[in-house]
């Protein structure tokens, strides 16, 4: 790190089955310590590996890498199960919290929403637990909208949760989208 606190020399690239593990490490630690995501348990490596291969069938997951180590991920996954929420995608980021305002974060959503964009997705999501300033401001940043408060939508560690849903539209609605890629 620089003497702002933030981290230099950060590579943002297309995960892996590889990088599983960090992965899951990483997310590991939000799972069983914070209300960040509402999983009980967390995913194994295995788990964690399809789920790379999953986003990066349709979407995309994204490492940041700092001096060979994988200190951060983002993904977009699927909205929704339904047909109709093709063109829409939900987004994710994750940090090793020695990282945490480092600006990987940041750097990892300049790679990811434009890859987004380009493949044809309309409109993104966030689902941020809340009270969360670090994501919300995050995502603000973007120009990510509040768009809904789902109030006490999650219990975990002995207390109900509140979930703030924050979108934000990539492209102009149109008449005949093409379809994402």
């Given at each position: 790190m620089n003497e702002d606190g933030r981290v230099q020399d950060i590579l943002i690239r297309d995960a892996t089955s590889d990088d599983a593990a960090a992965c899951a490490a990483i997310y590991g630690h939000y799972v069983e310590t914070t209300v960040a995501t509402f999983e009980l348990d967390a995913p194994s490596v295995a788990t964690t590996a399809e789920r790379i291969a999953g986003c990066q069938a349709g979407h995309a997951w994204l490492v940041a890498q700092t001096d060979d180590q994988v200190v951060g991920f983002a993904y977009g996954t699927k909205f929704a199960e339904r047909a109709a929420y093709r063109w829409a995608a939900e987004v994710s980021v994750y940090l090793d919290p020695e990282v945490r305002r480092g600006g990987i974060g940041t750097a990892l959503y300049d790679?990811?929403?434009?890859?987004?964009?380009?493949?044809g997705f309309q409109v993104l999501t966030a689902r941020i637990a809340q009270p969360n300033d670090a994501s919300n401001a995050l995502h603000a940043r973007y120009g990510f909208e509040r768009v809904g408060?789902?109030?006490r939508i999650g219990f975990?560690?002995?207390?109900?949760?509140?979930?703030?849903?924050?979108?934000?539209?990539?492209?102009?609605?149109?008449?005949?989208p093409a379809e994402p890629r």
């Open positions: 790679v990811l929403l434009p890859r987004l964009t380009e493949r408060l789902l109030r975990k560690h002995d207390r109900w949760v509140d979930v703030a849903i924050m979108e934000l539209e990539l492209a102009p609605p149109a008449v005949s």
